[in-house]
């Protein structure tokens, strides 16, 4: 099985060995490209055909939905019991094949979302120049709960319970669950997690206040129903949080510029790093960075470090530099022009810039042996070049040398900071150690720096982020085409994601944006990204109903347990992965940021759509649903109060006792589910 994908990938490649290359081609040879975008087209054409014809029964379905699900009041006694509840499983058997099919689904959503859906959205607020605060809450956040808004969707449409079930359950899961897992995951050296009151305090505030708005919605205004008005003020809610997003900084300085004052002076040497932390969200444009796939494949853990997902953006704009080189605008890069770079490169050391040097670099660049070097190819070379970390590494220090006199063991952990470097308190202790210890006034010039920094674990880090941001520069192409891996579990995990991985390629990667030069590529991704992730949850909502009607288990208790979990796996992996590097604001706040996209966005949207489609309101079981929304209120109340009282530090013990309230909110809900309701299937 093995030597039969090596011999085709091999033939993908071009015919030839990639001489030591992680691979020989960025993106699939033309004819690939052509081939999918025909079958595409042939796919949409049948799709539309199909929808109009009298046999694909779209319209008349249309029609029997809408007769049923506006006139909830037909519910007597000559009413089938059975009407509206999803089939179950013949042979039941099939239920646990529906299972594993499902399971393989919340990978499939993790890898759309993760390598083609977000991708595209960040070129989106790049071009849009959308400011990161806000591009974290509208265009990221709608990256991370897809999933959610599309179960939301499908299980409105359907007239299932499921969909808010997966939104609550969902909730939940982010509040309690992941920020359990974030705790419990830290470092012990960096235990316990600290927070800072704001990125909690914004977030939590104003989720509770629209979690309150829902819970009005629900079971006081119009009790049993939603009308389209209440959804589009649901979404109106949406729209207040960008704002506030829009004037995070201000409204930071504004309640903090008491603390400010006292910190400015520190401040000014880590002004970056500060401001990445006063987000306190992950899920902002970060080019560069490992995908899904990539991190499930890679031969070390997927916990091992937060560098290898979140891989900050390169410092220098590569197109910038691009554009310097290309001295003659042909959009490509001759020997010449090469050698001009790396004598920029080398500033202090011209004469290593031999022209044998010059041809070794050209053979490197050239993946595709055409004699010249394009934008892509440079990309890929330039980000993970020792020259290139050497050269930023010399740039940073004279930055934080600010009088050119060297610099003390006070500055070495700004210094550090400014190079993306992630280092816990003891790393930092032992660095200022080697040089004198923390009473030291010795001042250490740049060789002296230079010499322990490139010896240190800190330098393998960096070249390692380097490779693996340019891995990502690669796109999906550049992993697919590294087979086969060095590692028998890699390649086992290759094997077990290619019918996803190859799939997705081979239709919204065809143009993977994530490659330099594919950026006009970005809406046609996202789209077809959009459509594979409606395709995914589609059966995934089915079969989870098939599951419970075959074990006798409601939608929405399977909505708030199975789909719930499932659909937060990329979530959880994420803020584990930050927290790890004990950024505990970017985890936690991340968690309850995509909490308000869910209940802002994820519920109202479909909700409004229904109203419009269907012009009628969209039925609701307001008795339990207003219970659910108070008492998931509860628990954010009791989260943010047990910070407050471990004095925003949160302890192993906290973890545990989060994760106990997880099964509590859960169990309570299952129960007043059957306690409470007339449950048919």
Request: charged share 20%; glycine share 8%.
């Given at each position: 099985?093995?030597?039969?994908?090596?011999?085709?990938?091999?033939?993908?490649?071009?015919?030839?060995?990639?001489?030591?290359?992680?691979?020989?081609?960025?993106?699939?040879?033309?004819?690939?490209?052509?081939?999918?975008?025909?079958?595409?087209?042939?796919?949409?054409?049948?799709?539309?055909?199909?929808?109009?014809?009298?046999?694909?029964?779209?319209?008349?379905?249309?029609?029997?939905?809408?007769?049923?699900?506006?006139?909830?009041?037909?519910?007597?006694?000559?009413?089938?019991?059975?009407?509206?509840?999803?089939?179950?499983?013949?042979?039941?058997?099939?239920?646990?094949?529906?299972?594993?099919?499902?399971?393989?689904?919340?990978?499939?959503?993790?890898?759309?979302?993760?390598?083609?859906?977000?991708?595209?959205?960040?070129?989106?607020?790049?071009?849009?120049?959308?400011?990161?605060?806000?591009?974290?809450?509208?265009?990221?956040?709608?990256?991370?709960?897809?999933?959610?808004?599309?179960?939301?969707?499908?299980?409105?449409?359907?007239?299932?319970?499921?969909?808010?079930?997966?939104?609550?359950?969902?909730?939940?899961?982010?509040?309690?669950?992941?920020?359990?897992?974030?705790?419990?995951?830290?470092?012990?050296?960096?235990?316990?997690?600290?927070?800072?009151?704001?990125?909690?305090?914004?977030?939590?505030?104003?989720?509770?206040?629209?979690?309150?708005?829902?819970?009005?919605?629900?079971?006081?205004?119009?009790?049993?129903?939603?009308?389209?008005?209440?959804?589009?003020?649901?979404?109106?809610?949406?729209?207040?949080?960008?704002?506030?997003?829009?004037?995070?900084?201000?409204?930071?300085?504004?309640?903090?510029?008491?603390?400010?004052?006292?910190?400015?002076?520190?401040?000014?040497?880590?002004?970056?790093?500060?401001?990445?932390?006063?987000?306190?969200?992950?899920?902002?444009?970060?080019?560069?960075?490992?995908?899904?796939?990539?991190?499930?494949?890679?031969?070390?853990?997927?916990?091992?470090?937060?560098?290898?997902?979140?891989?900050?953006?390169?410092?220098?704009?590569?197109?910038?530099?691009?554009?310097?080189?290309?001295?003659?605008?042909?959009?490509?890069?001759?020997?010449?022009?090469?050698?001009?770079?790396?004598?920029?490169?080398?500033?202090?050391?011209?004469?290593?810039?031999?022209?044998?040097?010059?041809?070794?670099?050209?053979?490197?660049?050239?993946?595709?042996?055409?004699?010249?070097?394009?934008?892509?190819?440079?990309?890929?070379?330039?980000?993970?070049?020792?020259?290139?970390?050497?050269?930023?590494?010399?740039?940073?220090?004279?930055?934080?040398?600010?009088?050119?006199?060297?610099?003390?063991?006070?500055?070495?952990?700004?210094?550090?900071?400014?190079?993306?470097?992630?280092?816990?308190?003891?790393?930092?202790?032992?660095?200022?150690?080697?040089?004198?210890?923390?009473?030291?006034?010795?001042?250490?010039?740049?060789?002296?720096?230079?010499?322990?920094?490139?010896?240190?674990?800190?330098?393998?880090?960096?070249?390692?982020?380097?490779?693996?941001?340019?891995?990502?520069?690669?796109?999906?192409?550049?992993?697919?085409?590294?087979?086969?891996?060095?590692?028998?579990?890699?390649?086992?995990?290759?094997?077990?994601?290619?019918?996803?991985?190859?799939?997705?390629?081979?239709?919204?990667?065809?143009?993977?944006?994530?490659?330099?030069?594919?950026?006009?590529?970005?809406?046609?991704?996202?789209?077809?990204?959009?459509?594979?992730?409606?395709f995914y949850s589609y059966f995934c909502v089915n079969w989870i109903e098939t599951i419970g009607a075959t074990l006798g288990v409601p939608s929405v208790v399977m909505g708030l347990t199975i789909l719930a979990a499932g659909t937060s796996i990329p979530d959880l992996l994420s803020s584990i992965v930050v927290a790890k590097a004990g950024k505990g604001d970017m985890a936690v706040s991340s968690s309850i940021g995509?909490?308000?996209?869910?209940?802002?966005?994820?519920?109202?949207?479909?909700?409004?759509?229904?109203?419009?489609?269907?012009?009628?309101?969209?039925?609701?079981?307001?008795?339990?649903?207003?219970?659910?929304?108070?008492?998931?209120?509860?628990?954010?109340?009791?989260?943010?109060?047990?910070?407050?009282?471990?004095?925003?530090?949160?302890?192993?013990?906290?973890?545990?006792?989060?994760?106990?309230?997880?099964?509590?909110?859960?169990?309570?809900?299952?129960?007043?589910?059957?306690?409470?309701?007339?449950?048919?299937?």
């Amino acid at each position: 099985m093995t030597k039969i994908l090596t011999a085709a990938l091999q033939y993908l490649k071009g015919g030839r060995k990639s001489n030591g290359n992680r691979r020989s081609r960025i993106g699939p040879p033309k004819y690939v490209e052509y081939l999918s975008f025909t079958f595409m087209a042939m796919v949409a054409i049948a799709g539309v055909i199909y929808m109009q014809s009298e046999g694909g029964g779209i319209m008349e379905e249309g029609r029997r939905l809408r007769s049923n699900m506006c006139r909830p009041e037909d519910t007597g006694d000559d009413a089938d019991d059975d009407a509206g509840c999803p089939d179950k499983a013949h042979p039941p058997g099939l239920a646990a094949l529906y299972a594993l099919g499902c399971l393989y689904l919340f990978v499939a959503l993790a890898v759309v979302c993760d390598e083609f859906f977000v991708p595209p959205l960040e070129e989106i607020a790049e071009r849009w120049e959308i400011s990161d605060d806000v591009a974290g809450a509208t265009l990221m956040a709608a990256g991370g709960s897809a999933p959610e808004l599309a179960t939301s969707l499908i299980g409105t449409f359907q007239g299932s319970d499921v969909g808010f079930g997966t939104i609550v359950g969902s909730a939940v899961f982010n509040v309690l669950f992941v920020i359990a897992c974030c705790v419990l995951f830290t470092p012990p050296e960096l235990s316990p997690l600290k927070l800072t009151g704001w990125p909690l305090a914004r977030d939590c505030i104003y989720y509770s206040f629209t979690l309150l708005m829902v819970a009005m919605v629900f079971g006081v205004n119009t009790p049993g129903i939603i009308e389209g008005w209440e959804a589009g003020f649901l979404f109106v809610l949406y729209l207040g949080y960008c704002t506030i997003m829009a004037y995070n900084e201000k409204l930071y300085d504004h309640f903090n510029s008491a603390n400010k004052a006292i910190h400015a002076s520190s401040d000014d040497l880590i002004d970056t790093e500060t401001k990445v932390e006063r987000r306190g969200s992950v899920n902002f444009p970060s080019h560069y960075r490992a995908g899904f796939v990539q991190l499930m494949t890679q031969d070390r853990s997927v916990f091992d470090t937060a560098a290898v997902h979140c891989v900050r953006i390169i410092n220098g704009d590569v197109k910038s530099v691009f554009e310097k080189l290309d001295a003659d605008k042909s959009g490509t890069l001759e020997a010449p022009e090469i050698k001009q770079m790396l004598l920029e490169l080398y500033t202090g050391n011209p004469e290593m810039v031999t022209d044998e040097h010059v041809d070794q670099v050209m053979k490197e660049l050239d993946i595709d042996r055409n004699g010249v070097i394009d934008y892509a190819e440079f990309t890929v070379w330039y980000v993970q070049s020792e020259e290139r970390l050497k050269n930023e590494e010399r740039k940073v220090f004279d930055e934080v040398d600010m009088e050119k006199k060297g610099i003390t063991v006070n500055h070495l952990g700004p210094l550090l900071h400014k190079l993306h470097i992630d280092f816990n308190p003891v790393e930092l202790e032992e660095a200022i150690k080697c040089f004198g210890g923390p009473e030291s006034t010795k001042l250490i010039n740049y060789e002296e720096f230079s010499k322990w920094f490139e010896a240190s674990a800190f330098w393998e880090t960096r070249k390692h982020d380097a490779e693996i941001a340019a891995e990502s520069a690669e796109g999906i192409w550049g992993e697919l085409l590294d087979f086969p891996k060095e590692t028998f579990g890699a390649n086992a995990m290759y094997i077990f994601l290619a019918p996803i991985t190859w799939s997705l390629a081979l239709t919204a990667g065809i143009k993977d944006v994530r490659v330099p030069g594919n950026g006009d590529w970005a809406f046609f991704q996202f789209f077809v990204s959009i459509g594979w992730i409606g395709f995914y949850s589609y059966f995934c909502v089915n079969w989870i109903e098939t599951i419970g009607a075959t074990l006798g288990v409601p939608s929405v208790v399977m909505g708030l347990t199975i789909l719930a979990a499932g659909t937060s796996i990329p979530d959880l992996l994420s803020s584990i992965v930050v927290a790890k590097a004990g950024k505990g604001d970017m985890a936690v706040s991340s968690s309850i940021g995509s909490n308000i996209f869910d209940v802002t966005v994820g519920l109202p949207v479909p909700w409004m759509l229904f109203n419009l489609v269907m012009d009628c309101p969209v039925v609701v079981g307001a008795d339990n649903l207003f219970i659910s929304v108070f008492v998931l209120l509860g628990m954010v109340a009791a989260v943010i109060i047990s910070i407050m009282v471990s004095k925003w530090k949160m302890s192993k013990t906290l973890g545990f006792m989060m994760i106990v309230l997880y099964v509590v909110f859960v169990c309570q809900d299952v129960l007043r589910v059957y306690l409470t309701e007339d449950i048919k299937c």
